[in-house]
């Protein structure tokens, strides 16, 4: 068990290192930092195409195993607790912050917007709103016969990963798209157990270069012969979306595995244990930096602001939420 918790961690701090690159870089181009837009448009493409799903994955791969330990009333209270909180919390720091600076380096928000938190997610925190929906909706269907259990999941998933629902409200639209990657993970842990991808350690690396070079081959070919630039997770072409993100996945799961087995790169298993914190943060972390080096330090050069934003966008939500418990205030990111 504690092998396989760390190779959880450190599939998280690989994925959330990829969030935190993929949102200051559409937030960089979008402010217009000098990055070359092809570029831009190429590694949106890639990294959107299973980042959000690799989370969804590994959410899935646990939620047999805490339904039955606690009972379905303490998991979606638990859930409730760790998810609805924090999300209520943060995304109205940061959407008053965007409406304080509206006009200038943010986006900006609008006091409507700010009213409108509870059923419509501001900005990144959809994945919250609609993670803690894939968990009530799983609970909900827990309570069928086992045999019709995980059936029921995966046509539901199936149906809404190809025809999704086009709205943002109650982050349907993301709710839709994710799904069926929540549920793979449902079945994976139903039924390969340890999701090993090599049994072999000393093969999980081969397995996960092997990975990389199809998933950047066939995504580079995707988008450049196939299909323009685009974020899959919109929903027009969801089988290159899943051929894309099934390869992303296990790509990630290869590596992350092969790490936790040679107890290498140890700071990736920490930024995976800290992923909440730094999903809550990261933005007005990494943004932060930006404006510092753009209009106090005179700083354009994209990449020494995206070297520099990544590094705050993972390193102040930790420290911050270091420091609330060092000062027994931890109500920023929990309610006890």
Known sequence: MAQR?????YA?????????YGHLLSSGFHAGLAIPEHFFLLSDSLVYSFHMPLFFFLAGLFAVQSCRKRGLKKFLVNKLEIIAYPYLIWSFLQATVEVLFSGHSFRGATFGQLLAIPYLPWAQFWFLYALLAMYVVFGIFSRLNRSFFIPALLAVGAVLFI??????????????????????GVLAREYLGNVEICTEKRHSAVAAFVLLFVFAGSGG??????????RLTDGSHPFIFLYLAGLGIAMCIGF??????K???????????YSLQIYLVHMLAGVG?????????QIQNPVVHMIVGVGAG???PILLYRVTLKMRFPYLFSRK
């Open 221 to 230: 070919y995707i988008f450049e012969r196939v299909i323009a630039p685009t």
């Open 289 to 297: 930096a930006r404006i510092f080096l753009f209009n106090v330090l």
């Open 314 to 316: 993972v390193t102040v």
């Open 263 to 273: 107890k290498w790169c140890n700071w990736l298993k920490i930024l995976g244990r």
């Open 256 to 261: 992350a595995q092969y790490l936790a087995g």
């Open 163 to 184: 025809w999704p629902i086009n709205s943002e409200i109650m982050a349907m639209h993301g709710f839709s798209t994710g799904f069926l990657f929540f549920v793979f």
């Open 12 to 20: 998280k701090g690989i994925g959330i290192i990829l969030v935190v």
């Open 5 to 9: 918790t760390d190779w959880v961690d």
